[in-house]
């Protein structure tokens, strides 16, 4: 089999490392990006052809565009695969692989690597326990589920990505009046109890239905906690004698069970309940983890997801075998702040267990190496000290809905 023509979709800045292996296996490589984004640092050697969106990008009528287009540009040029770089474009992946019968993920699968109420009512329905949850449909359940329950509660967007547009309430009343604000949007979110526990993410590889590569870490600052909080965002490799890593690796196998994947990079995040000591379900993407998170499991085992995950698409499309190299176990962190300069002096955390260092106007971020997790955790002690002190800078939470 020759060359394949792959069509990449990244309505945010990521995935040049995917881009630049496709190109280096010998296969045509078309992107479809933000025409916002248009003089952002891509690959333009490993990229064919652009092809632009223009915002918002995620409408009925854009959607609409997007089809149209593409199958104007299909006359003359052949796709065999699309691929998804971020949660905002999975949707449309889908839709384009289904409008056009491409192989891969369709729209009813790519609802559980997406929606978030899709997640939780097909991991309840599989017997993976997930935070006590209701939809946002009907009125009077949703006052049995407030009355039942005990706060406070999330009111999450449905589609969203990370932490946007959570937002915590602390009463019956005042999650209705969150929901009256929320007006016609209201069936686009959900609530959910909020138990306080530690979270962890999963970050993994599958390959013909099996969790081929997983890699587990512990947010020492969360998400949540950062974008509500103004914090520094720290995550950390667990062990893997630590007694949390096979329940976890567990854990996330059934999920990619439970919701049909087949072959892809996938994020998945859990909590450790204070309240019961049990694992819970939060949410999972099928795409690489965001927030510099891939640099950080590299660091930890010597494989790049965004490579392989490329590697591994392409022998898919070929009919081939996919191996996963072997792993090589070490421990990584990483930092990662809002700073006050522009471009923030950071040669003064100058420790040889240094393997990155993000190069980002207003940002400051660093991962560690190490083949000791003591080693990891007082270094990303130390370092959020001092960036508190040296650099830190917070931000109004992205997107808080309105009515």
Same mark, same amino acid.
């Given at each position: ?145 407030? #009355? ?179 792993? #090589? ?12 300069? #522009? ?61």
């Amino acid at each position: 089999m020759g060359s394949l023509s792959f069509l990449c979709i990244a309505t945010f800045f990521k995935g040049e490392e995917f881009m630049r292996t496709c190109k280096a296996l010998g296969n045509t490589v078309y992107l479809i990006t933000d025409q916002k984004l248009a003089d952002k640092d891509w690959p333009r050697d490993a990229i064919d052809e652009f092809f632009f969106l223009q915002s918002p990008s995620n409408s009925s009528d854009s959607l609409d565009q997007l089809i149209a287009g593409l199958a104007h540009v299909m006359h003359t040029r052949s796709i065999d695969r699309v691929v998804a770089l971020d949660d905002f474009d999975v949707e449309k992946g889908a839709l384009i692989r289904e409008t056009f019968r491409i192989p891969g993920m369709g729209q009813t699968t790519a609802r559980f690597f997406r929606d978030k109420l899709a997640m939780r009512m097909r991991a309840a329905a599989d017997g993976i326990r997930v935070p006590a949850f209701c939809a946002l449909f009907h009125d009077e359940t949703i006052t049995r589920f407030l #009355q039942s329950t005990e706060a406070p509660w999330l009111i999450k967007p449905r589609s969203e990505a990370s932490a946007t547009g959570i937002q915590k309430v602390n009463s019956l009343d005042e999650a209705w009046s969150v929901l009256h604000r929320l007006g016609d949007r209201r069936h686009e979110f959900l609530i959910e109890q909020f138990k306080p526990g530690r979270v962890y993410h999963v970050d993994s590889l599958s390959y013909d239905g099996q969790v081929v590569f997983t890699r587990a870490s512990k947010y020492l600052a969360t998400p949540m906690e950062v974008a509500h909080g103004g914090g520094v965002f720290r995550t950390i490799n667990i062990a893997p004698d630590s007694p949390e890593t096979e329940p976890l690796y567990a854990l996330n196998t059934r999920v990619m069970n439970a919701f049909g994947m087949r072959h892809s990079a996938s994020h998945s995040e859990f909590i450790l309940g204070d309240h019961d000591g049990e694992l819970y379900f939060l949410e999972t993407a099928s795409r690489v983890g965001g927030a510099h998170i891939a640099e950080m499991v590299e660091a930890a085992s010597g494989i790049n997801l965004w490579r392989e995950w490329a590697i591994l698409e392409d022998a898919v499309a070929r009919g081939k075998t996919y191996e996963v190299p072997a792993d #090589q176990p070490q421990y990584a962190g990483l930092i990662v702040s809002l700073a006050r300069q #522009q471009w923030p002096d950071q040669s003064r955390f100058a420790d040889p267990e240094i393997w990155w260092r993000m190069n980002r106007e207003y940002h400051v971020g660093l991962i560690v190496r190490s083949g000791q997790p003591a080693r990891i955790q007082e270094l990303l002690d130390d370092y959020m000290h001092r960036i508190y002190a040296e650099f830190h800078a917070s931000a109004p939470v992205p997107d808080k809905p309105t009515s």
